[in-house]
């Protein structure tokens, strides 16, 4: 099993800044991809990025520019560096990760592993 603990959240400003962290822990070999997801109330859940073990990613239309993912496979790591936050961007951020390494053009939506969440909250 693998566990997943985030980190990070809180209340920002639109057009602040956060980052989030995610820690991974137990069965860590069996992880390839990491991501990012979130939910927004009323919403579904949405991939918001995602890294491969070799570093490929991908990002939401809706991120693009402003949210940069990385990874520390050392530390068993990865990271949500959100820049230039907007209030619908306000959500549960949760932390995913896969045993698949393959990253296509759609979020997978069945990842492997999930962590319980952090909010992130941006006021107008």
Known sequence: QVQLVE???GLVQAGGSLRLSCAA???IF????M???RQAPGKQRE???VISSGGITNYADSVKGRFTISRDNAK???YLQMNSLKPEDTAVYYCAADRSD????YFNSNMDYW???TLVTVSS
């Open 115 to 117: 962590g319980k969440g």
């Open 7 to 9: 980190s990070g959240g």
């Open 35 to 37: 991501g990012w997801y």
């Open 102 to 105: 393959y990253i296509g053009r």
């Open 25 to 27: 822990s137990g069965s």
């Open 47 to 49: 991939g918001v990025a």
């Open 30 to 33: 069996s992880i390839n991809v």
């Open 76 to 78: 068993n790591t990865v």
